[in-house]
């Protein structure tokens, strides 16, 4: 079974970190010191990376939900030096009574 989903620390100024997702409803959540950084979780769409929307771009600790039929996903990071940050992407399965 494939696990879909990634937790890292410090992505690094300027750098992109590639998430295996197999589409559908997940979490990004960061939390840490951000000294001015900006942290984006991006789909791509037609072989074109774009931003999942405007609550999935953080510039200090916090979450969001996103929904997306995409399977490949990545974080950027820009600005900001010294941040240390620990980032969250994971699949939100929902449980039913049957």
Avoid: R
């Amino acid at each position: 079974m494939k696990v879909y989903g990634k937790t890292f620390t410090d992505p690094g100024t300027s750098s992109t970190t590639a998430i295996d997702w197999n589409g559908g409803t997940g979490m990004f959540a960061v939390q840490g010191t951000f000294a001015d950084a900006t942290l984006t979780l991006q789909h791509k769409l037609g072989g074109v990376w774009q931003n999942v929307g405007a609550d999935a771009t953080l510039t200090e600790s916090g979450a969001t939900l996103f929904t997306t039929s995409s399977t490949q996903l990545q974080v950027t990071e820009t600005g900001g030096t010294g941040a240390t940050i620990t980032v969250v992407v994971s699949p939100v399965y929902e449980n039913k009574a049957s």
